[in-house]
């Protein structure tokens, strides 16, 4: 278990045998907890540099960042694949670390990632931490409890992205600020735009790549809902949500942690300020609120 400034690879057999993209903040202990960490739509595992440079929370956990399909380095040995798929392969990729064991935070899509992993292995999942996400599928209820149009904003991208393109193709700026701005609103600094620019044309390029940035921006439209499924999420959850957060709303986090109603604890906490990537926009609070819950469900 190789820790790295750069995104390691293993293989799992899922989806006609896949590669997995996951980075660990420090060596591995099996003494300690293993806290997993599942990135935002089309985002990759250096959404959580906050994270892996606060030495409070790599004492207390084993970071591991799991990158899902189409993002980063994760690559199916199929063309197709769904949230579902992710994870089962992030599952798998515990199995191939030999982490028996692990709680999960995800942002945004990862937060649901985090849930389905919580449901396919309840015995393996000691507790979730969705940070910014919904369970709801992109439904019109969802809009009346004030969150996005998924519809409106994915479809353009969708189309756009449906025939096949040249080898030097590289994702649109305008594709990469827009996810941006949905994400960190107007704390996106000169600097954050320019990383990501980088991050985003490293991982979408050529054909490959667009087809990768088309099935994941499908993913996150057409996905199914959570919400008939949560109770089989028998572990403790805590809910993040900030109040600036402007893909999904504080009402409709409301609503999704009142479903959890197997988990121990199921606990909503609001930040005020907070952006829909809320890792990377408040960072402090996040990582001090999950050292206290691993420390109290580890």
Request: charged share 20%; glycine share 8%; with cysteine.
């Amino acid at each position: 278990m190789t820790v790295s400034d750069t995104t390691a690879t293993l293989t799992v057999a899922h989806l006609g045998t896949s590669t997995v993209g996951y980075r660990f903040a420090a060596p591995y202990d099996p003494a300690r907890p293993t806290l997993v960490l599942v990135n935002s739509f089309t985002t990759s595992a250096e959404l959580y540099r906050p994270q892996f440079a606060d030495p409070a929370l790599a004492g207390a956990v084993n970071l591991l960042a799991l990158e899902p399909y189409g993002h980063g380095e994760t690559r199916a040995g199929y063309e197709q694949f769904t949230y579902w798929d992710s994870a089962v392969a992030d599952l798998e990729a515990l199995d191939a670390l030999g982490i028996r064991k692990a709680f999960v935070l995800g942002t945004s899509q990862g937060g649901w990632i985090a849930a389905r992993m919580a449901m396919l292995a309840p015995e393996r999942i000691t507790g979730i931490v969705p940070l910014g996400t919904s369970m709801d599928l992109e439904s019109p209820r969802s809009r009346e409890l004030g969150c996005w149009d998924a519809v409106e904003f994915c479809t353009p991208s969708i189309d756009a992205l449906a025939e096949p393109v040249a080898d030097d193709w590289v994702v649109p700026d305008e594709f990469v600020d827009g996810v941006l701005g949905a994400g960190l609103g107007d704390t996106v600094t000169a600097e954050d735009r320019e990383f990501w620019l980088a991050e985003y044309r490293r991982n979408y390029t050529g054909d490959a790549g667009r087809h990768r940035l088309r099935t994941s921006t499908v993913n996150l439209r057409d996905r199914d809902g959570l919400q008939a499924r949560l109770d089989g999420v028998r572990c403790p959850v805590l809910w993040m949500h900030g109040t600036a957060d402007a893909v999904y709303s504080v009402p409709n986090a409301e609503d999704g942690i009142a479903r959890f109603v197997n988990s121990p604890s199921a606990e909503l906490r609001v930040v005020d300020g907070g952006q829909h990537f809320l890792s990377a926009s408040n960072p402090a609070e996040v990582n001090a609120a999950v050292v206290e819950f691993v420390g109290r469900w580890a």
